[in-house]
């Protein structure tokens, strides 16, 4: 199974680390679009 970048994206991690900043908000308005993620979604739902 190929890795997503999804799981090592450094601006995910900042995004999560303070959910209240304007990364954070961009980081959420990209995943609403982005094909990568919802894949990323998808496999994850496919290993549990």
Same mark, same amino acid.
């Given at each position: 199974? &190929?890795?997503?970048? *999804?799981?090592? *994206? ?6 999560? &680390? /303070? +959910?209240? =900043? @304007?990364?954070?908000?961009?980081? #959420? @308005?990209?995943? =609403? @679009? *982005? +094909?990568? @993620? /919802? &894949?990323?979604?998808? =496999?994850?739902?496919? #290993? =549990?």
């Amino acid at each position: 199974m &190929a890795q997503h970048t *999804c799981e090592t *994206c450094p601006l995910r991690k900042r995004a999560e &680390a /303070k +959910p209240n =900043s @304007w990364l954070a908000r961009l980081w #959420r @308005w990209h995943t =609403s @679009w *982005c +094909p990568g @993620w /919802k &894949a990323y979604q998808q =496999s994850l739902s496919a #290993r =549990s």
